[in-house]
């Protein structure tokens, strides 16, 4: 092996730049391929790592940007949601920001595998906790909802709030019903877990499409007082 790699080198190196380069494409592209996607994938990784922040809530906002939308724009969308923020609250902005958005779920996907795939993702994302505000469209909503991910509305926002959106029309509902193959025996509840978006001029001016969207809370976040802070926020455009 060793004198099969000794010899090789002196192929090429007797070999002149453009035949040197021809050749091994030719014959490592493969594996040159292969190196370049991990490449990419370790540096992916690392900056992702690096660019974390914990102790950011994290807003899953699903199928509220355009298709082509870049990654300038959603950063520009992200510094906007978080200046609105500080702004609501007086606090001051730190090294990191206090809110992460991830555009990354479609809950419109029409290709039944594409769309199984990505109810793994987003049921994942959440079981892990990577999610605390969770925002698309109610008909893609409504599933995750009648798994009772989300916390409801009336344990987090005082009643008159409560009253004044249920009397715009602005609250969603899901009857929470037992799983009998998995033994389960309780009866069926309805939860209020999202609000309407429509109407939602923050979220709107900082450049999402917020027609026939639903935003609500998941039920056990550990960012719980922030997550009422910018659903606050949100409903104070709406009252």
């Known amino acids: 092996m060793k004198e099969r790699f000794i010899n090789e080198l002196k192929k090429m190196k007797a ?45 899953m906002a699903c199928n509220m940007l355009p298709s082509m939308t870049t990654s300038e724009e959603e950063a520009h969308v992200e510094d906007t949601i978080n200046q609105d923020y500080l702004n609501y609250t007086g606090k001051t902005a730190g090294s990191k920001p206090y809110i992460e958005l991830d555009h990354s779920a479609d809950l419109l996907i029409e290709d039944s595998y594409t769309a199984s795939v990505m109810v793994q993702k987003v049921t994942a994302s959440i079981g892990a906790q990577l999610v605390d505000i969770f925002a698309g469209p109610q008909e893609g909503i409504l599933h995750y909802a009648q798994l009772n991910v989300y916390e409801d509305i009336r344990d987090y926002l005082p009643e008159d709030t409560v009253s004044a959106l249920e009397e715009k029309d602005l609250i969603c509902t899901a009857t929470i019903s037992p799983d009998t193959e998995a033994g389960e025996d309780f009866e069926p509840y309805d939860v209020w877990y999202g609000i309407k978006a429509d109407g939602m001029t923050t979220l709107t001016e900082a ?19 922030v997550a009422v802070e910018v659903m606050n926020m949100l409903i104070d455009d709406l009252l």
């Not at 070999?15 to 370790?42: A, E, H, N, R």
């Open 207 to 225: 450049g999402y499409d917020t027609e026939g969207i639903v935003i609500g809370i998941i039920a056990g976040t550990e960012k719980h007082d």
């Open 15 to 59: 070999m002149p730049f453009k035949q040197l380069i021809s050749y091994i494409w030719d014959y490592y592209k493969i594996g040159i391929i292969v190196t370049v996607c991990v490449v990419i994938f370790f540096i992916a990784l690392l900056k992702g790592i690096l660019s974390n922040n914990p102790d950011a809530l994290k807003i």
